[in-house]
């Protein structure tokens, strides 16, 4: 017998728990073992919920953990305390936890990683990353000893909804936002996505899977959507880019850097065309060229889903090991060579001067409204006006027909 606990019976834990039960024959036949969702532990006993479940609820930690010798908890509670404390608590006991916390596994994710390990037990976060794509186990599995230089991806489906909508239908980023608000895509204070804290921690946990290592914090510096403006959009649009929010880290001379940044992707690029709230994760390597996973990011099936296939996993397998990190000694910091920089036409003149100044290429210009875009070559000097990365080989851009050239271009170019 398995016995299993829940912490958490919201949206995700409620869906683990169906997840379950839909599948406890197919599970109980793949594990020669029956499973029993021992107990569940809430924050409120007396609140009436959507998914009824025949197991022990309580509100008391206690109480919770005394229900059964558990085999296996999972933890779908959001948040650093008291999801650290709990999970400290059973990790130190010896029993395995699978958790969708990306706060609580990219803050602490390297103590509860060392918890796991003196006691030989399991630390599973598949569900933390990317909720419908199966990332992770991909790391851990198939690509066990695969070399990987950069990964890189789309990983939060709120922003990416509100971006495919800026550029699809033309609308303004306080509209869309409302809209993703109405639709559950965006919770009443989104500040965790539009200003990119959820991808951020999504990429320093796929660092860790990827190069063996937590990242510092202050080496993948994290800029939001809340500073793009709608006329950013519109003439990205005019040469052909589209804009999404990247998330990205690589390793320099053992060092991992990142960033969390929107950025504007030519058509070559395999992102380019991930559309709506679906996320995408791309691994680089000497050995796999390219490698593209795409999914649902988030969403009480696909997270559910997720954590039930990370229980199944380690069940077959038992393991407790980490992919065998082979990387080379130095590669590409980034693979940046261009920036797209807005300038108001109050800041022209001062536009112009900074360009000569620095000795900045500029390649192309576009002319709005309310200000310009320029092409840049990437400058080692950092450029005081807005401006963000352009993935992809930039001479698939639009040319003349499409793009309405400022009156700059002739002094630049």
């Not at 793949?30 to 919920?49: E, M, N, P, Y």
Request: hydrophobic share 40%; aromatic share 8%.
């Amino acid at each position: 017998m398995i016995n299993i606990g829940l912490i958490g019976y919201g949206t995700v834990g409620s869906g683990v728990y169906e997840r379950l039960i839909e599948t406890k024959e197919q599970i109980e036949t793949l594990l020669g073992s029956q499973i029993r969702i021992a107990s569940v532990l809430v924050k409120d006993k007396q609140k009436k919920r959507i998914v009824e479940t025949d197991a022990m609820v309580t509100s008391d930690w206690h109480e919770f953990c005394q229900a059964a010798e558990f085999d296996i908890i999972f933890e779908a509670i959001g948040g650093v305390e008291p999801a650290f404390t709990y999970t400290s608590e059973l990790l130190k006991k010896g029993v395995p936890v699978i958790t969708a916390n990306k706060k609580l596994v990219a803050e602490k994710g390297n103590v509860l990683e060392e918890m796991a390990k003196e006691q030989s037990t399991y630390y599973g976060y598949e569900a933390a990353v990317a909720g419908g794509i199966p990332i992770i186990n991909a790391l851990k599995g198939t690509l066990m000893t695969t070399s990987i230089t950069r990964v890189a991806g789309i990983l939060n489906g709120t922003t990416n909804y509100i971006l495919t909508e800026m550029i699809d239908n033309h609308r303004a980023f306080s509209d869309v936002l409302l809209d993703a608000q109405e639709r559950g895509y965006a919770e009443s204070d989104p500040s965790d996505d539009i200003d990119g804290f959820d991808a951020w921690y999504k990429i320093r946990i796929l660092s860790r899977l990827c190069f063996g290592e937590w990242p510092n914090v202050l080496d993948i510096p994290r800029v939001g959507i809340t500073e793009l403006e709608d006329w950013h959009v519109e003439i990205g649009e005019r040469f052909g880019f589209k804009i999404k929010l990247m998330a990205e880290a690589v390793q320099e001379d053992k060092k991992i850097i990142g960033r969390v940044t929107p950025a504007f992707l030519t058509q070559t690029e395999a992102l380019a065309n991930v559309q709506g709230v679906l996320n995408a994760v791309v691994l680089q390597g000497d050995a796999i060229d390219q490698l593209l996973f795409v999914g649902p990011g988030a969403g009480k099936k696909a997270t559910a889903n997720s954590m039930v296939e990370d229980f199944l996993y380690h069940e077959r397998s038992k393991d407790t090991t980490r992919r065998s990190i082979l990387n080379n000694e130095k590669l590409s910091a980034s693979s940046i060579v261009h920036e797209l920089m807005f300038i108001r036409h109050d800041q022209r003149e001062q536009a112009l001067k900074w360009v000569k100044l620095m000795n900045v290429h500029v390649l192309d210009t576009c002319d709005h409204y309310e200000g310009e875009g320029w092409i840049i070559c990437n400058s080692n000097s950092p450029s005081p006006f807005k401006h963000y990365p352009i993935y992809g080989d930039i001479s698939s851009r639009k040319r003349l027909e499409a793009v309405h050239f400022s009156e700059a271009r002739d002094a630049l170019i």
